[in-house]
Structure formats: C-alpha cells, structure tokens
C-alpha cells in the first residue's frame, strides 16, 4: 500500500511538472541577449522598457478596503506616483507573497501556495518563446515566429495610451475603478466600443446585463451600423473611422503636429473619460508635483446635466445636486440641508437630509401652518426626477411658491416659463432625485425649497419637556430633602434618648480610662496644639485611633442615605415599606446597596457617588 502511495504521488508530481514548466528566465523579445527573470511582490526589480519610461511590475495599492494589496500593473516611470496604465484584473486579490512568471505558454501569477491565479492568455495553444515591455507601454508575449501570442493593448483596464487601436471585432469594456487610489471595480460607470461600431459611455446600476444597460447610455458617438475602427494616435487624437477609412466623429481633438507630450486617455470613477497630456521634458517643478499630467479634454463636458433613467440617482444621492466644478462634479447639499454620512463609507459626501422634520402631512404638522413655512430661492437648479404635478397657466412666480406652500406633499417647486410664454410650476416630492445645477440647461428656472422657519415645530413640547423634567427634577430633590429630614429628625430623638440614658449611666461608679504618656504625645503630635489652661492642668487637641464610636457614626451615616435612596427610586415598586425602612433604621435588616435613580444617570455617563 505505501508504495502504490509512493508511485501515485511521483506521478501527480510529474505530472505537474509537465503541464506548468516554469521558465525562470526568458529572453527579452527586444534585447534578445537579456532575461526576464521572475517577479515576486517582495521587493524587485520591474520589466522596464527600453526608453525607461513605462515599467510591468507589482505596486501596492487599495482595494476593495482601506489595506493595500499587490497589483500587476504597467506604470508611467517619469511620474513621482508612478502613473498606473494598465493593470491585472484577477477574480481574488493577490496575497503578499505571490510571484509572477512566464511559462512555455503563458504569463502566470501564482499565490504563495504555488497556486495560479491569474494567467494570460487564457486559451493556451501557442509556445511563448520572449516577452517585452516596449516603449508605447504595451507588454507583449511572442511565440517563435516573432508573432504576438498576447498583448496588454488588447485587454485594457481603464486607460487607453496612444497607438493602441482597435476594429469592430476587438470590442471591450472598460469598468471605472472606485477612486483615484481604490482600484476595485466596484463601480457602475462603464465605457463599451461594441460590435457595431459604436463607442459609447453608460451607466449599469447593480452590475445589469451590459446590452440592456447600454439602452440608456449618457454618451456615444453615434457610430453605429457605420464604425469600423477606434484610434488613438501620437498626436493625442482619439476618432473613429469607418470602412473607408474615412474618420466619421472626433472624440478628442489632441495636439496636431506636437509629439512633445506623453498622452494617456482615462475613464474615471465619476463616468468622464478624459486626455491627459504631459510633457517629456521633466523639469524640477514637475518632479514636485503629484504627477504632473494635466487635464487635456473631455467627454462629456458636463456630465451633471445628463440624464438616464426615472428613480434612479445618477451622480449624486438624494436630495443633493450635481454641479461641474473644473470639469469634475460634485455634490452639493442645498440651503438646511446637511449630508448623510453611511457609517460604513464616512468619505461617500453623495446625499444630503434636511435640517428640520420631514412633512408628516398631519394636522398639527409644521407644514400644515403657513406662518411656520418658509422657502429658500435658487436659480439654475432642477431635480427633474422628483416631480409629481404640473402646474401650468399664466401666473407668477409667487403664485407657484404658494401652490407648494399649501401642498403638504410639496418639498420644492421649480417655476419656469416656456418658448410660448406659459408658465410651469413642477411640484417636487421627498427624496429630491438626480438634483443639478448648470446655467445652460436649467437656464432660466427658479426654485423654491421649502423649509420649517426656525423657532417654530415642536417648541411648545420643549417647554413642555423642559417644565415636566424640571418638576420631576425639583420632587425627586424634595423627596430626597424630605426623607433626609424624617431621618434627621429621628437621629436626633434617638442621640437625645441615647444621652439621657448615658447621662444616668454615668450617674454610676465605672472605671475611667487612663492613657499612657506615649498615647497621649502621638494622639497630640507631640502636644502642638494648645486649646487652653484649666485649674485641672493643660488642655490640647488630640486624635484617638481606632475610636469606635466615630467609626459607628460613619456606618449609621452611611446607612440613612442608603435608605433615603431606597426611598425615592422611579418605580414604586422597589420603594421599600415604613416597616421595612424602620427595620433597616433600627438594623434589624440589612440594607442593601440601591441602584441609582435617574436624577443622577446621564447619556454622558456622568458617575454620581458619596464617599465619606
């Protein structure tokens, strides 16, 4: 039996080692004469290009969470951050550990374990013979023949550089990653070149099958039926071309004539897909700046003024709006409204809540009484997806802020008056949906939001609560006051009766105590104190340890407080009985220590004792 286990294992590892040779060197495709030797995420020294500018390695980024892992990407040398052009999209992260290497058929990453994660190309029916990383920042394997197997050009993440074209046979689909720094996918703007030629940008809410996503595409170039090919040449010009060779639409214009400028094409995490240009020349300023691309084009120009789909938020969340601020929108709360921080993602600034009670629409509601509604006007602002009534005739525009005002179910009311000179009055409902601000496309619109004057709502229950918690506040006290007073009272009758009867006591013979000369210094700290002189001789203060009689005072003090709070706890039911409360008095039971009413618990956790 062992050695059947014996053989089986030889053969499984045989066997391995046929299927994944790995070469641990393999020639440079442009320097024959040098090797690629393997890559690990330790670190290494990357597959640089000839000219030095583009680099294929591993960087450590974010993903998915704030901890950064390793990424197989090409980068941009000649940046201070190493601008990320191209990178791995395995379906796990890659652990600490993994390495890279390039088989007889493949370029392989393997976890710590030797397991594979990620592989290119994924059918694997040709022998890779060299791989090279060349200067327009594609990474190639090739077979003997010179031919490329596989191509970092044909699979691109999220960034298009120049040189890297493709024909109508070659579509992709590009997902904008998180954020600038999180390369997680885990985003719904996508940029599509389809099948028919037709180069477009959409958005796919919950990741929705691409064909029936891109029916509400927000952008394209209307290309379909007549595109053959994409382009991105040196000069910075992406176009597309039909079967002609005719170039039917321009997506960017570039720099015709300049070949002074790197260029990189990004689709970004907020759905703009942008040229950035910069310049080869590196100077000492540039090495100080964060990356020192700049910001050449854009598609679209803004992208707050699209739209896509009913009940669904675009850009921004509910009742914020969009506005372009350089090109980049941002999301903005209007006036009383602040935003929603989500405890699970405290940097997503996207939705806003008011600073007041929504409408509840009840009779005594605030938007029920119109001296306690109030409106904040803007222009140029619209939420054109929350609108459930037009109104439209021939009225001003305090004639629509009325209409909302007396509409309990109205949040906001957009006037506006058409070509034909008929005014409109959309009433808008909560949550406030796809808000934006431009002053070309909402041009001429005046808004009126509505919002609770300050002093008014739940005022009077203020009172109410500040004059109820006063009173209960100013009884517990008194309570406390009148239970501390009986218990006063009655210390004194009992220390009365006591004296009287110590002072017949004393009345008879009994022994009086004598001290020693060495207790009477230490009780006196060496006679330091003087009260005065007597006919019986000096008198000086003095302290006696170990007096039980002081002692027995502390614990009866002790004790009555105990039972004063016994006395005045919120619920009735642990309020001991008079019975009860003299037992305790006249310790013929013990008295338990009482929890704390709530005169002295607080949200702040402020501790309330009594130590004596």
Not at 27 to 46: E, G, M
Not at 255 to 267: D, E, H, I
Not at 326 to 341: A, I, T
């Amino acid at each position: 039996m062992a050695k059947t286990r014996s053989n089986s294992l030889l053969q499984t590892l045989l066997v391995f080692f046929v299927i994944t040779p790995i070469i641990t060197a393999i020639p440079d495709c442009s320097n024959p004469s040098n090797a690629l030797s393997p890559l690990s995420t330790q670190p290494s020294s990357p597959w640089t290009s000839p000219s030095k500018d583009f680099a294929f390695g591993f960087q450590s980024v974010q993903f998915k969470d704030p901890r950064c892992v390793p990424l197989l990407s090409i980068y941009f040398t000649k940046s201070p951050n190493k601008t990320i052009v191209w990178y791995a999209k395995p379906n796990q992260e890659i652990p600490v550990g993994s390495s890279i290497h390039i088989t007889n058929n493949s370029l392989v990453i393997y976890n710590p374990k030797g397991s594979e994660i990620w592989s290119r190309p994924e059918k694997k029916d040709k022998m890779v013979t060299c791989a090279s990383m060349l200067d327009t920042g594609n990474f190639v394997l090739k077979d003997n023949d010179g031919n490329i197997v596989w191509e970092s050009f044909e699979e691109p993440s999220d960034t298009l550089l120049p040189g890297q074209n493709f024909s109508k046979s070659q579509p992709f689909n590009l997902q904008a990653r998180q954020s600038e720094t999180n390369f997680s996918t885990n985003n719904n703007f996508n940029l599509s070149w389809q099948g028919d030629g037709n180069l477009v940008l959409y958005y796919s809410q919950n990741h929705q099958e691409h064909e029936q996503a891109q029916n509400y595409a927000y952008w394209s170039t209307g290309t379909d039926g007549r595109g053959s090919g994409l382009f991105f040449d040196k000069f910075g010009r992406i176009y597309v071309k039909d079967d002609n060779n005719t170039e039917l639409v321009q997506v960017t214009n570039g720099n015709p004539g300049s070949t002074q400028y790197f260029y990189m094409a990004r689709f970004e995490s907020d759905g703009v897909f942008r040229l950035y240009q910069k310049t080869k020349t590196v100077t000492n300023e540039e090495d100080n700046c964060s990356s020192g691309w700049t910001m050449w084009e854009q598609e679209p120009d803004d992208i707050c003024v699209l739209m896509i789909a009913q009940n669904e938020n675009f850009i921004c969340g509910p009742n914020s709006y969009c506005v372009s601020i350089n090109g980049k929108p941002q999301c903005m709360c209007p006036d009383n409204y602040s935003y929603f921080v989500q405890p699970n993602d405290p940097n997503n600034l996207t939705s806003c809540r008011p600073d007041f009670p929504p409408p509840s629409c009840l009779v005594d509601g605030w938007e029920m009484d119109p001296a306690k509604v109030d409106f904040h006007e803007r222009q140029n602002l619209d939420w054109p997806f929350s609108d459930y009534e037009l109104v439209s005739g021939d009225f001003d525009n305090y004639t629509c802020r009325k209409r909302c005002r007396d509409d309990c179910f109205c949040a906001a009311a957009v006037y506006s008056v058409d070509k034909d000179n008929v005014a409109q009055c959309w009433k808008k409902k909560y949550p406030l949906s796809n808000g934006r601000y431009s002053t070309t496309a909402e041009n001429g619109k005046t808004v009126f939001l509505k919002f609770r004057k300050a002093g008014y709502g739940n005022q009077h229950r203020s009172y109410l609560t500040l004059i109820l918690s006063f009173l209960l506040g100013s009884s517990v006290f008194l309570n406390i006051l009148l239970v501390l007073g009986i218990l006063g009272i009655y210390m004194f009758l009992r220390k009365r009766k006591m004296l009287g009867q110590q002072l017949v006591a004393s009345l008879a013979p009994e022994t009086v105590r004598s001290y020693t000369y060495k207790e009477l210094e230490k009780a006196t700290r060496g006679f330091k104190l003087r009260l005065g002189q007597g006919a019986f001789g000096t008198v000086y203060k003095g302290f006696v340890e170990n007096d039980e009689e002081a002692k027995n005072d502390i614990r009866r003090v002790e004790k009555h407080v105990m039972v004063a709070i016994w006395c005045v706890q919120d619920d009735p039911s642990l309020r001991p009985s008079m019975k009860k409360v003299a037992q305790m008095l006249e310790d013929v039971i013990a008295v338990p220590l009482p929890p704390r009413p709530s005169m002295f618990c607080s949200s702040s956790a402020t501790s309330f004792s009594v130590s004596f």
